[in-house]
């Protein structure tokens, strides 16, 4: 299993960014995809979630309206897109996949920074 995150890098406050995650080694189409972030210093926080077919999506209050899920399932990725990009969204970016809500041992992904700041 591989989840490989691309697209991180330093932006400014109100910029944006969209992030990937390529997944190999398993039946992606099977699995929902979430994105994670963790900042320094503070727990994990699960952003977004979309569900195997694409078709549900779920986001924390703090990104609402600003970050969009989505997913090719023919691609095998997962993307984040994020808008109006604030310094607190600073953090080492994850992909994981669950199925039936649990997150398989090594179903992570390394992580990308994102780093908004002027």
């Known amino acids: 299993v591989q989840l490989v995150e691309s697209g991180g890098g330093l932006v400014q406050p109100g910029g944006s960014l969209r992030l990937s995650c390529a997944a190999s080694?398993?039946?992606?189409?099977?699995?929902?995809m979430s994105w994670y972030r963790q900042a320094p210093g503070k727990e994990r926080e699960l952003v977004a979630t979309i569900n195997s077919a694409g078709g549900s999506t779920n986001y924390a209050d703090s990104v609402k309206g600003r970050f969009t899920i989505s997913r090719d399932n023919a691609k095998n990725t997962v993307y984040l897109q994020m808008k109006s990009l604030k310094p607190e969204d600073t953090a080492v970016y994850s992909c994981a996949a669950s199925i039936r809500g649990l997150i398989p041992r090594g179903y992570w992904g390394q992580g990308t920074q994102v780093t908004v700041s002027s």
């Open positions: 080694g398993f039946i992606f189409r099977s699995y929902a």
